[in-house]
C-alpha cells in the first residue's frame, strides 16, 4: 500500500520496486559483462521474467480472463507472478550459458543486486492509505447522501477519480461493470474536486450510469484518506479498516480479486 510520484508520474509501489530491480539486475549484469568482455543478454533476460510473470499472472486469473482477452495484453494494469517470472527467467538464462558459460557470473550478481532491491524498496516507499473512513455525507450523482463510515457489515472499495484523468477514464467502465455484478460489497466512486456537470458530461460520452458516483466538491478524501494521486481504489473491511489500496489503473482481475476478498460475490 504505497506509492512514489515523480514530477507529474504516480507510480504504485509494487510497481516502481520491480522497475528499480530491474534496472538494478541491468547495471550490475551489464558492467560485470563489460569487465569480463562477455555479451550478456540483459533485455532478454528481462523480457522473458516479465512475459513469464504475466502468463503466470493471466493463467492465475483465466476466468477473469477468459472473459474479456484483451485485457491480458494490458501490462500497464500490473498483474505478475513473481514465481512465473523467476521460471522464465532461469530458463532463458540457463539456455544463454549453455552457450556462453561466463556469462553465469555477470547474471547471477545482477540477479542477487535485484532481488537486494526488490527486498529493500518497500521499507523505502512512503506507505498510502491511512486513516478511517469519514462519517459526514457525500452527495451523490444519483440518490441519496452516503455515509462511507455507514457499512452495514459490509466491505467497501473506494476509487478515487477525476474527469480528467486518463487512468481514470480507462478503467471506470470495467469498474462499474464489476461493481454492478458484485454482491456483498460496495463499490463507490468519489469524484474529486468537480462539478455535476463535469461529471455529467463525462458519463455520457463513456455511456456509462451514475451508480454509486459520490461528489466530493473540496476533494477532501484524497488527503484525509492518505491517497498520493489520482487513480487510487482503497478497500475497506466491514469495520471500516483499510486493508489495501491500489494506485493508478488497476486491472478487471486485480479489482475483481480485492472485491472478493472483502467478501463480495461477483456474478
Known sequence: MSAVQIGPLLFDGARFAAIVAALAFAVVAG?????RGVDVPV???IVAWVVAARIGFV????????????DAFALWQGGFSVRAG???F?????????TRPRIVGPVVAGTAMAALVGAVAPFLIPSEGGGRLP?????AYEGPPVVLADRGGQGLAVNLWATWCP??????????DVAGRAEGVDVVFANQAETPPQIAAFLEDMGLSGDGVILDPEGDLLGGLGAMGLPTTLFFDASGSLVAAHTGEISRAAFTSRLQDLGGDIR
Open 31 to 35: 558492467l560485470l559483462a563489460r569487465r
Open 43 to 45: 533485455f532478454a533476460l
Open 59 to 70: 493463467a492465475a486469473n483465466w476466468e477473469t480472463f477468459a472473459q474479456h482477452p484483451p
Open 86 to 88: 523467476t521460471i522464465g
Open 90 to 98: 532461469v530458463f532463458v538464462a540457463v539456455l544463454a550459458a549453455l
Open 135 to 139: 462519517d459526514t455525507p457525500f452527495s
Open 167 to 176: 487512468p481514470c477514464r480507462r478503467e471506470m467502465p470495467m469498474m462499474m
